[in-house]
C-alpha cells in the first residue's frame, strides 16, 4: 500500500514542477488528445485464452462499444501468465493514448506481483478506467462423485489428499481454494489450468475431484449433471438457487473475479473518464444487460477512482491469505 502512496506522491510533485517551470504545451496537447478521443480504431486486448469469461465479455460488449465510442473496436487475445504476459506490456510498452485497452482481472493483478517475482508489472501501474462485471466462485463435482454436499467434501478432505482444478496459479479460482482451506482448516491441492476451458476436461475426466470454478461455468456444468456444492458469494445466486453459500454451510469463503478495463499507467486522466463513460454507456445497454444476465455475469459499475480503492481493499485480503499459506514473496 505504501508503494501506491509513494508513486501517487512522485506524480504530484513532478507535475507541479512542470507547472512550476511553464511547461503547459504538455498539458495543452493532452487536452487537446483528450477533447478529440478517439481518433482511430480502438485495439481491446484480452489476456487470456479465447472462450474464457473475459473473451465472452469483450465480444458481447463489442458492437455496444463502438456505439459508446464512434470507432471501430477489434478484440484481440494475447494469452499467457494467467495475464500476467498481457498486463507487464500494458505496463511498460503500449502508447497511453486510450487507443490500446485491455481487459483486467481481480484478484489477478493484485496476487501476482504480491507472489510472483517474475510478474513483470506491479498493481498500481494497472491503471482502471472501469470495472464492469464479476463471477463469484463454485465448488463443483462431476455427477459420479460421492460428495453431495460441501460438508461431505470437507469430511473427505480430512481423511485424504482431495485436489481442487481451476483456471491457473494466483487468480480468482486459486485463492478461493486458499481461503476455503482456511475457513475449513483443510488441506485441498490446488492444480491450475490454462484456463477455465481446459480445467473443465479434468473435472469431466476424473482427474481432479473438484473444481473452484466460476458461477458462469457452475452453470454449464450443471447442465451435464455435475453438482455444485457451493458458491462463493454473500447471498445465494439466482441463477443457482439450489446451491447454498459458504457461509450458509458454515465457511466464511467470499471470493470469485472482478474484471473491468484498464489503460496504461502514464494515460491522461480525461482519456480515462471518457473510456469509463463508454463502459458505463455499454453496461446500460438493454441488449448487452440482458446477455450478460442470462449467462450469470453480475453487473458492477465502478469508474476509475472507486475500481482503484476496491484493489486496494482486494490487496490487502491478499496480503493476509498468501502470507498464511507461504506463498508471499519476500
Known sequence: MARVRTQRGIAVLAGAAMALTGCGTTQSSTDDAAENYPTQAVQYIIPFDPGGESDITARLQQQALEDAMGQSVSV??????????????????IKPDGHTLMGANLPHIVLQPLARDDAGYETEQIKWAYIFESTPNA???????????????????????????????????????LAFNKAADIDLTYVPFSGTGAA??????????????YNTEALNL???????????????????PEAPTFKDSGYDVVQGAWRGVAVPPETPDAIVQQVADAFKAVNEDPEVKQKMEELGFHIEDMGPEEATQFTEEQTAEAEDLLERFGLLKD
Open 76 to 93: 484481440s487475445n494475447r494469452p499467457g501468465g494467467g495475464g500476467a504476459v498481457g498486463w507487464s506490456e500494458l505496463a511498460t510498452s
Open 222 to 240: 450443471k447442465e451435464q449433471g455435475a453438482k455444485v456444492l457451493a458458491v462463493a458469494s454473500e447471498e445465494p445466486l439466482p441463477e443457482l
Open 139 to 177: 465448488l463443483v463435482v462431476s455427477k459420479n462423485s460421492p460428495y453431495e454436499t460441501v460438508e461431505d467434501f470437507v469430511k473427505a478432505a480430512e481423511e485424504k489428499k482431495l485436489t481442487v482444478g481451476g483456471s491457473a496459479s494466483f487468480s480468482a479460482n486459486h485463492i478461493g481454494t
Open 200 to 213: 473443465t476436461p479434468a473435472l469431466l475426466g476424473g482427474q481432479v475431484d473438484a473444481l473452484m470454478t
